[in-house]
C-alpha cells in the first residue's frame, strides 16, 4: 500500500478526464496527479470514436438548444478547436465538413426560418438554403431520380468550420501534452479498477482491485459509474440513472457532411442524423437511436448489476417513467426504438427515419452498425422527479466531485475540466496560469 498522496486524482480515462489532465498540468501550478482507468487506454467507453456521434456541437444544428444554451455550447466547442491548433496531428483529431439542420415539411420549415433570424446574429457564417442551394452542398438529401424530392425543403447550414471529432484521439492528445509538461509529476494508473473510495482524515483512499491510491483531491468523470461511485459514499441519492444507449446504422457514401433533422420537441432525445464516419471511410452513418438500456456501458453485460444499484427504484423514478410513458411522442418513440433492436425488422424500421434525411435510400443499403454505440447516463432527480438532460455534477465542497456527462459532455469537455481546474485549485490554494489559458484556449 503506497504511503504517497497526490495531489489530485482523476477516476475515468474518458475524454473528460484526460481534458482536466491537461489542464491541470499545463496552466496550474499543481506538480502530482494521477489519472486512474480500469481499461488498457483511455477513451474506450463513451469517449471512443465508434461509441458517440462524433459531433463537434455548436449549437447551430441543433434544434433542442435555445440560443442561450447553444451560445454556451458553441463557446466550449470553440476551446476544442483552439486547443487543436497547434497540434501536429490536428488532422488526424478534428475534422471539417459541410453541416446542416434539414427542415423537411411546411411546418418545419417555417421553424428553422424563423430560427434562422434569431440564430444568425450570434452564428454568423450561418446560412439559410433553399432546396436548389442545398442540391449543390448534399445533392441526395433533395434530389430523387434526377428530380427534386415533392416536399418544402429548407435547412440551416454552415459550411466551412471544424464539426467532427475523432474523441480518442483528442482523449489520447491530452494525455500526451500533460506528459510534455516538465513541472507536473504525471502518474497514469491503467487497469486499476476503482471498487470504493474512502475519505480518512480529508485524504481520500482510492481502493483498486490491487492497490490503494491516496490524493487530496479527487474527481471521478467514469460516465454512469460516478453516480455508483458517489452513492458509495452517500452523495447523490436523490439521483437515479436511466441508460439510454444510442446504436448506429451504415450506408454507402450517401452524404457529403453532417445532416440533422429537426428535433421533436416532445421527445427528450436528440434526433437522427447521418454523416460521414471518421473511422470508416467510404460510410455514411446514420443514428443514433436512443434505446432505453439496463446497462451503464454497451456490450458490458456486467455493468447490468452496477445499473441495478444505481437505479434506486422508488416513486420519484416511477414518477419520472410514467411522465415520460404518459406522452404519446415518448411512448411510441421508446416502443420504435425497442424495434431498432430487433434483428429482421430494424433494418427495414429504420429505414423509414434514415429516409427523410437520404429519401433515395433502399432496404439493401442499411446494415446494422454492430460494434458501435454507447450509453448516455441520463440522471433522474428523484425529489423533482424530473428527467435531467445534458451534464450533472455532484459536488458535496469536500474535495471530491463527480461528473457524469451525457451528450454533448465530449464537445464540453474543456469547458467542463476548466470549472473542476477552478474548483481544485480553490480547495488546494494552487493557481492558475489565467494568460496562457485566455491566450491559448479562449483566444
Ligand atoms: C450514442 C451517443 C452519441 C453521442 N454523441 C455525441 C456527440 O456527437 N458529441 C458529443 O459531444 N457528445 C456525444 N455523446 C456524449 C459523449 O460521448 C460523452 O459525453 C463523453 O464521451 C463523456 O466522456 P467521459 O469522459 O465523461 O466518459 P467516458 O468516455 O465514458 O469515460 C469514462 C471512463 O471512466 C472509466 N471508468 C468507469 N468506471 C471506472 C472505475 N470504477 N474505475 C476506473 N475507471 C472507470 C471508463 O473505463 C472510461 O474510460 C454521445 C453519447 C452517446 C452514448
New binding site residues.
Given amino acids: 500500500m503506497s504511503e504517497h498522496i497526490h495531489q489530485v486524482a482523476i477516476?475515468?480515462?474518458?475524454?473528460?478526464?484526460t481534458a482536466l489532465l491537461y489542464l491541470l498540468s499545463e496552466y496550474t501550478d499543481i506538480d502530482d496527479v494521477v489519472l486512474?482507468?480500469?481499461?488498457d487506454g483511455?477513451?474506450?467507453?463513451?469517449?471512443?470514436g465508434r461509441?458517440?456521434?462524433?459531433?463537434?456541437?455548436c449549437g447551430d444544428i441543433e434544434t433542442n438548444y435555445t440560443l442561450e444554451k447553444a451560445s454556451k455550447v458553441k463557446d466550449a466547442a470553440e476551446m476544442v478547436v483552439n486547443y487543436t491548433a497547434s497540434l501536429d496531428n490536428r488532422d488526424e483529431i478534428i475534422f471539417k465538413y459541410p453541416k446542416m439542420v434539414l427542415g423537411v415539411g411546411e411546418r418545419e420549415c417555417q421553424l428553422l426560418r424563423e430560427r434562422f433570424e434569431v440564430f444568425r446574429t450570434r452564428f454568423t457564417t450561418m446560412q439559410l438554403l433553399e432546396k436548389e442551394d442545398i442540391a449543390k452542398v448534399e445533392p441526395n438529401v433533395v434530389m430523387v431520380n434526377g428530380e427534386l424530392r415533392p416536399e418544402p425543403c429548407v435547412a440551416l447550414a454552415v459550411l466551412d468550420e471544424y464539426c467532427a471529432v475523432d474523441?480518442q484521439k483528442l482523449a489520447e492528445s491530452f494525455v500526451a501534452e500533460a506528459q510534455k509538461s516538465e513541472s507536473t509529476k504525471l502518474n497514469i494508473s491503467m487497469h486499476?479498477?476503482?471498487?470504493e473510495i474512502l475519505e480518512k482524515d480529508g485524504i481520500f483512499h482510492i481502493n483498486?482491485q490491487d492497490k490503494s491510491i491516496k490524493a487530496k483531491f479527487v474527481v471521478v468523470?467514469?460516465?454512469g459509474?460516478s453516480l455508483l461511485?458517489a452513492q458509495q459514499m452517500g452523495y447523490g441519492l436523490e439521483f437515479s440513472c436511466l441508460p439510454v444507449?444510442?446504436s448506429f446504422y451504415f450506408t454507402p457514401k450517401v452524404l457529403n457532411g453532417k445532416v440533422y433533422t429537426v428535433q421533436n420537441d416532445k421527445l427528450p432525445f436528440a434526433a437522427v442524423h447521418g454523416d460521414p464516419d471518421v473511422l470508416v471511410e467510404g460510410k455514411t452513418r446514420f443514428?443514433?437511436t436512443a434505446l432505453l438500456l439496463p446497462m451503464l456501458e454497451r456490450y458490458n453485460l456486467g455493468t447490468f448489476f452496477d445499473f441495478l444499484r444505481v437505479l434506486r427504484l422508488d416513486k420519484g423514478v416511477l414518477k419520472v417513467f410514467w411522465d415520460l410513458f404518459k406522452v404519446s411522442d415518448i411512448r411510441n418513440y421508446i416502443f420504435k426504438n425497442f424495434l431498432f433492436e430487433v434483428p429482421g425488422l430494424r433494418r427495414w424500421l429504420f429505414l423509414k427515419d434514415a429516409k427523410k434525411i437520404v429519401p433515395s435510400l433502399e432496404l439493401k443499403d442499411v446494415e446494422f452498425a454492430k460494434g458501435f454505440?454507447?450509453?448516455?447516463p441520463q440522471l433522474i432527480d428523484k425529489k423533482k422527479s424530473i428527467l435531467m438532460l445534458g451534464e450533472a455534477k455532484i459536488n458535496p465542497g469536500t474535495g471530491i466531485i463527480f461528473?457524469m456527462?451525457?451528450?454533448?459532455?465530449?464537445?464540453?469537455?474543456l469547458v467542463n475540466a476548466e470549472v473542476d481546474m477552478r474548483l481544485i485549485t480553490e480547495h488546494l490554494s494552487a493557481v492558475i496560469d489565467e494568460d496562457k489559458l485566455q491566450a491559448v484556449l479562449h483566444k
Fill in positions: 477516476i475515468g480515462g474518458g475524454v473528460c478526464g486512474i482507468e480500469k481499461y483511455v477513451a474506450k467507453v463513451n469517449s471512443h461509441n458517440n456521434s462524433q459531433t463537434l456541437h474523441f486499476s479498477h476503482v471498487e483498486t468523470s467514469a460516465g459509474h461511485l444507449a444510442g443514428g443514433p454505440g454507447g450509453v448516455r461528473n456527462t451525457p451528450s454533448p459532455g465530449a464537445s464540453s469537455c
